[in-house]
């Protein structure tokens, strides 16, 4: 489950998973996982092909679905919806 926690934690480190490694203590505070790390890398990915209308409704369909099991409340939904809507994409 995808927490504001871990949400704040991944946009301090930037996405970079190499930097959570190097700094576990962190990640442990908040109870950050490999497979949340993950979780949140697969999320942005698929909303940003979604919110940039690249996707298939069925995409778009199944990445909000995998959404709502993933976010832990509707401000991770918001917030992760945001983070996507503002990445380019070239």
Same mark, same amino acid.
């Given at each position: +489950? /995808? =927490? %504001?926690? $871990?949400?704040?934690?991944?946009? $301090? %480190?930037? *996405?970079?998973?190499? &930097?959570?490694?190097?700094?576990?203590?962190? *990640?442990?505070?908040?109870? +950050?996982? &490999?497979?949340?790390?993950?979780? /949140?890398?697969?999320? %942005?990915?698929?909303? =940003?092909?979604?919110?940039? *209308?690249? &996707? =298939?409704?069925?995409?778009?369909?199944?990445?909000?679905?995998? %959404? *709502?099991?993933? &976010?832990?409340?509707?401000?991770?939904?918001?917030?992760?919806?945001? +983070?996507?809507?503002?990445?380019?994409?070239?």
């Amino acid at each position: +489950m /995808i =927490t %504001l926690d $871990k949400l704040r934690l991944y946009r $301090k %480190l930037s *996405g970079d998973s190499d &930097a959570w490694s190097r700094n576990s203590r962190a *990640g442990n505070q908040v109870g +950050m996982t &490999a497979q949340d790390w993950s979780s /949140i890398d697969r999320i %942005l990915q698929s909303l =940003t092909i979604t919110e940039n *209308g690249l &996707a =298939t409704p069925e995409f778009g369909e199944q990445t909000h679905r995998n %959404l *709502g099991n993933l &976010a832990g409340s509707d401000e991770v939904r918001t917030a992760l919806i945001a +983070m996507a809507k503002a990445r380019s994409i070239r």
